[in-house]
Every structure is written in C-alpha cells, then in structure tokens.
C-alpha cells in the first residue's frame, strides 16, 4: 500500500468515506431512532405541529403574482422556459420531491415483502419513509406564496408523471439485492442533498421584492436538507467500503438524471460546472444552520 494512503484515506471527509468503525453501527442506527422520534414526535404530531405554525403559507401577508395557467402546463410539461427565475425555483420545487416521493412509495409497496427481519434498521427505515412525505408538502407547499393573475392562491393541479430514465431505475432498485439497495440509495440521497443545497444557494438572489417569500422558501429546503442528512447516514450505517465506493461512482449519474427530471434547474443554472463541485461535496458544504440540526455519521 502507497504510505500516503491511509492518511488520503483519512482526509476523505465526503458522504462517501469512511464511517465510524462497523460495531458502533448498531448503537449509532438507536441514536438515529432517537433523533427521528425526537424531531417527528408519536405518529409524526410534532412534525404536524410544526407544519401547522412554521409552514402554513395562506398565513403569509406577501405573496408574488404567476400565470398560474402557464405554471401548470410547465408543471405538466417543461416547455415554456421563457418565465422569471423565481417561477423556474417554484417549478423546481414542485418538482424535484416528486420523483423521489414517487420512488419510496413504488419502493415500499414492492419491497415491503422483502424486507428484512424486524430490527431496528426496518423501524427507522420506516420513519425516514414518513418523513417523503412532508418533503412533498413543504416544497409543493410553497405555491402558497404565490397568486395568479385573479388574484387567487396558486394551486399546482397539473398532472406529473414520472420520466423514463426514474421509471428504469426503480424498476431496478425493486428488484436489487440489498447489497446493491443500499449503495443506490446512499447515491439517491446524496444527489439529492446536492441539488437541494444548490437550489437553496441559487434562491440567495432571488425575490428582490419579496424576501418574506425567499425565507420561507429557503426555510422550507433547510427543512428538507436536515431530514436528507439523516437519510445519508442511515444509508451509510448500512453499506460497507464496497458500497460506498459504488455510491460514489453512480452519484453524478444521478444528479445529471435530477437533470431530466428536473429541467427547471438547468434553466436556474445547473450545468456541467456546478456538477464538478460533487466531487469534492461534503457535510462542510452544507449551510451551518443544516450542519448543526441535523444527524452525521
Ligand atoms: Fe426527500
Ligand atoms: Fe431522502
């Protein structure tokens, strides 16, 4: 082995290095549990709770006109691409749970057989399944802020399907062994937690004359990037140095798919440069705020 080696080993500090030694797993997986209940509460009440007074929009005094006609049919179908930045963000977040609140709940219908024995890695899986869906109702949510040209609150009512390249890679995870389950989800989330942390960096500029709607939205990623790193972590708790190295090489293939189905990002900016930057991604480059809620390991 080169010299230098395991001190490069050790300097990886990426999603995809090394985690804490393989027996502490199981002790880290409780802790994990512990988090989950702490922050969602029995049956997700504190979760709701938290919903009802941090996330409610019709609350909100400000809102920002849309063509609400025009929002559904890009929501339906990306065509119009000649619309506000701040438009292409709502798009963006209407969108870009979709696909993976579409793929945990294909997932667990088939998988739900499959699953290992009870233990406490199907009790979390579990919660972390639960936590999908309030991404969907935070990010779709943020229509809330909006009204159309009548005046009336923004409803996305379009219909979304989910794209071919999604619908293959499903179709695969279904069927996967876990040894390769694990991997592809630890890659799923990690691009995940890419994109969200970038449309979030990307939201900075945006809505110069409404910043009461940039927090809630910027609130609203926060939100969803805490829960993401959770699901990292378990990820990691349950592949090995095989696994991870898997995970790492499939991740950009999985951002450049977020790409497709998500084509309002690569109209806010999100190109072959900003891609590179996975390379080097890591809790460090995530906001102080996700670094200090949320759950690393
Ligand atoms: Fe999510
Ligand atoms: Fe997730």
């Not at 979030?200 to 940039?214: D, E, G, K, N, Y």
């Not at 990292?232 to 499939?250: E, H, K, Y």
């Not at 798919?257 to 900003?274: C, F, I, K, N």
Request: hydrophobic residues 45%; glycine residues 8%.
């Amino acid at each position: 082995m080169h010299p230098l080696a395991p001190t490069l080993r050790g300097m990886d500090n990426t999603f995809f290095g090394p985690t804490l030694r393989l027996e502490k797993s199981e002790s880290l997986l409780g802790d994990y549990r512990r988090w989950l209940e702490a922050r969602n509460g029995p049956g997700f009440a504190t979760r709701e709770a938290r919903m009802r007074s941090e996330f409610d929009a019709s609350r909100s005094p400000t809102s920002v006109a849309v063509d609400g006609a025009r929002v559904n049919r890009n929501y339906a179908d990306f065509r119009e691409k000649d619309v506000a930045a701040e438009e292409l963000a709502l798009l963006a977040f209407a969108k870009i749970n979709a696909g993976e609140a579409w793929g945990v709940e294909q997932l667990t219908k088939v998988r739900e057989k499959a699953r290992a024995q009870p233990g406490i890695a199907a009790e979390v899986e579990t919660i972390v399944t639960g936590e999908e869906t309030f991404h969907t109702r935070l990010l779709v949510g943020a229509a809330g802020h909006f009204h159309d040209t009548r005046g009336e609150r923004l409803a996305i009512t379009g219909a979304w399907t989910p794209p071919a390249p999604l619908r293959v890679l499903i179709g695969g995870l279904a069927v996967a062994p876990r040894a390769v389950f694990h991997p592809l989800l630890l890659a799923s989330e990690v691009s995940g937690v890419f994109a969200f942390d970038w449309l979030l960096r990307r939201l900075s500029t945006l809505f110069p004359s409404a910043p009461a709607v940039r927090e809630s939205m910027e609130a609203r990623l926060t939100e969803v990037l805490i829960d993401e790193v959770g699901h990292i972590t378990f990820n990691r708790l349950l592949v090995g140095r095989a696994g991870r190295a898997i995970a790492r090489a499939l991740s950009p293939n999985i951002v450049w798919m977020q790409r497709l189905m998500t084509p309002e990002l690569v109209a806010l900016g999100l190109d072959r440069h900003q891609i590179a930057r996975l390379s080097g991604f890591s809790l460090t480059s995530l906001p102080e705020e996700v670094r200090r809620r949320a759950f690393y390991a």
